[in-house]
């Protein structure tokens, strides 16, 4: 996990060089401690906050200088709503980028957390039967995805049939994970199977 999450941060233009305001949990969800690793795994300062405590994160945000905001998209409007009331600026904060995930968000919520935060956010959606992140929209292309191909491999299928479709057609997203030991996800025509190992 610490390898995709590592990707998923690059891919958001994350470097050893960001502070990285982890706001996931570090409890039973595997996604604070996914991002922390990740983190580590660039070389980037990552500042252990977890979820909750708002005006905590907003501090946090003023003295450490963050430069990347983790955490999900309802909550970093819930920032946002609570700098407004501190009489924040956002304009005057570095972090100008922020990796959201663990929950679906439209793209009119994106625009929201721009015009808010003043930050650029970058999507890491969880998979839930493979529990580690796997699509990215690019953050130099809003509207272009990205996968780690080396650790899944992502395929469009008709859900009538299940067979492959060719490039460009409409159909259901699948993903076959290469490197999940635990209980690897395998797609196959007709069927989609989740095999505990």
């Not at 990552?46 to 708002?54: A, C, Y």
């Not at 009119?108 to 039967?129: Q, V």
């Not at 699509?135 to 080396?150: D, E, F, K």
């Amino acid at each position: 996990m610490s390898e995709v999450m590592a990707r998923t941060l690059a891919m958001g233009d994350t470097t050893a060089k960001d502070r990285v305001q982890n706001a996931y949990g570090y409890g039973l969800f595997t996604g604070g401690l996914g991002v922390h690793y990740g983190a580590r795994k660039i070389g980037a300062m990552v500042i252990p906050i977890s979820g909750g405590n708002t005006k905590r994160q907003l501090q946090i945000m003023k003295d450490f200088g963050t430069t990347v905001l983790c955490c999900t998209p309802s909550y970093s409007l819930h920032i946002a709503e609570a700098g407004k009331e501190e009489k924040i600026d956002f304009r005057n904060c570095p972090s100008g980028r922020a990796c959201f995930g663990a929950e679906s968000w439209s793209e009119n919520m994106r625009k929201e957390i721009e015009e808010k935060l003043h930050s650029r956010p970058s999507i890491s959606t969880a998979l839930p039967k493979s529990s580690v992140p796997a699509w990215h929209p690019n953050a130099n292309g809003r509207n272009c995805s990205m996968c780690s191909r080396t650790i899944f491999i992502p395929e469009i299928i008709n859900p009538e049939t299940g067979q492959r479709l060719p490039d460009g057609e409409k159909g259901e997203l699948v993903f076959t994970t290469l490197t999940k030991e635990g209980t690897p996800v395998i797609q196959v025509p007709h069927a989609r199977h989740h095999l505990p190992r």
